[in-house]
């Protein structure tokens, strides 16, 4: 399971962040994993508990969001979502492709808190 040491570092960069903006607390991060990423995110899910105890991101909120692979035809150059059934080009209908996204695992935003109140988000929760 890689994906304990990837949240490690997850955590490192958040806290970082937080430190930067003189936050106090982390209230909510959003990930970004690609669908054809190697990290698993049943097991991030799982682990995101135990990874921040005691952490900025103690009981912050959670949310996966996944991001589709998308390739580019070597033949045409045209970018489309690849998927398992169909992996040929719309355009020219080449099955040679590159992969150009969906194999990340990325902080796509982190939510955090100030002791004098301020809402990094800029939402209710
Ligand atoms: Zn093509």
Do not use: N
């Amino acid at each position: 399971m890689h994906e304990l040491s990837i949240l490690m570092g997850m955590v490192e960069t958040a806290e970082q962040y937080a430190r930067e903006q003189h936050a106090d607390r982390i209230t909510g991060i959003t990930l970004e994993i690609g669908e054809m990423s190697s990290v698993v995110p049943e097991y991030v899910e799982f682990l995101f508990p135990d990874v921040t105890e005691q952490t900025m991101l103690e009981g912050a909120s959670l949310t996966i969001k996944r991001q589709p692979v998308c390739v580019a035809c070597r033949d045409c150059g045209q970018v489309y979502e690849w998927r398992k059934e169909k992996y040929r080009c719309p355009g020219c209908g080449s099955e040679s492709a590159r992969i150009v996204s969906g194999r990340d695992f990325m902080i796509q935003s982190i939510e955090i808190r100030r002791e004098d109140g301020y809402d990094g988000s800029g939402q209710d929760h």
